[in-house]
C-alpha cells in the first residue's frame, strides 16, 4: 500500500542521509511533496527563529520556484521587445542585488547552453534579455530562447544562490557575512535538469555532490 505525500516526507525528515533521492513520473506528486516537507520542517506558525532574521530551515527549488519568471513579448505587432522578467522575492534580491552574482549566472548558464547565448540582466534585476552572435561579429538582439534554456537560466540562479549559502555556512557564525541562513537544515531540489544533456546532466550532478560534500 503506497505512502501518503505527508509520510513520505516524515520519511524523508526521518532518514539520517546527507542525500537522498527520489525517482518517480510526471504527475504523482514530486512537486506537492516539495511543498508538504517545508511546511512538515518550516510550519509559519511553529518556525523557532524571528521571521525576519531569517529565511527558514528549508531551500527549496520547484515549479513555484519557476513561476517567478515570466515572459514580456513586448509589443505584438513587431514583437521586437521580448523580455523574460522577474518576480522579485527574498531569494532573488538577495543572490541578484546584495551578492551581485549575475555574472556568474550567466557563466553557468552559458556552459549548460551555448556560449553564444547570452543573457543581460537590467539594472534592477527584474528583467533578462537574451541576444545571440551571428555571423560577421554581429548579433541578435531581443530574442525569445526555448523553453529548455529558460529553465537552465532559473536552475542557474538557483544554483549560484545555493553556492553562495554554502560559503556563507562554511564560516564559523561569529565570522558570517549574514545570519539569514543560520537555520537552514534543508535543500530540497524537484526536477531541474530535465532539459539539459546527458553530458551535462553528469556535470551538474557532480557539481552538486561536491557542493554537498564540501558543505556542513
Given at each position: 500500500m503506497g505512502q501518503s505525500l505527508i509520510e513520505i516526507a516524515q520519511t524523508l525528515k526521518d532518514a539520517n542521509k546527507k542525500v537522498q533521492l527520489i525517482y518517480a513520473f510526471n504527475g504523482v506528486g514530486k512537486t506537492r511533496l516539495s511543498g508538504e516537507f517545508k511546511k512538515l520542517i518550516d510550519p509559519k506558525k511553529a518556525i523557532e527563529e524571528p521571521q525576519e532574521e531569517s529565511y527558514g530551515k528549508v531551500l527549496y527549488y520547484n515549479a513555484f520556484t519557476e513561476d517567478l519568471f515570466y515572459w514580456d513579448n513586448g509589443d505584438l505587432d513587431d514583437n521586437s521587445n521580448k523580455r523574460l522578467k522577474i518576480r522579485p522575492n527574498k531569494f532573488t534580491?538577495?543572490?541578484?542585488q546584495d551578492q551581485g552574482q549575475d555574472h556568474n549566472i550567466i557563466t553557468h548558464f552559458q556552459r549548460y547552453t551555448s556560449d553564444k547565448l547570452t543573457p543581460r540582466f537590467n539594472d534592477q534585476y527584474n528583467e533578462v534579455t537574451f541576444s545571440i552572435a551571428g555571423g560577421n561579429e554581429a548579433s541578435?538582439?531581443?530574442?525569445?530562447?526555448?523553453?529548455?534554456?529558460e529553465s537552465n537560466l532559473i536552475w542557474c540562479v538557483f544554483y549560484s544562490l545555493l553556492n553562495q549559502v554554502v560559503e556563507v555556512l562554511s564560516t564559523s557564525p561569529d565570522e558570517r557575512a549574514t545570519n539569514l541562513f543560520n537555520y537552514l537544515k534543508y535543500v530540497f531540489i524537484d526536477d531541474p535538469v530535465s532539459s539539459l544533456?546527458?553530458?551535462?546532466?553528469?556535470?551538474l550532478a557532480v557539481n552538486l555532490a561536491k557542493l554537498i560534500k564540501d558543505s556542513h
Open positions: 534580491n538577495w543572490i541578484l541578435i538582439d531581443n530574442i525569445k530562447i526555448s523553453k529548455g534554456e544533456d546527458d553530458n551535462h546532466l553528469i556535470e
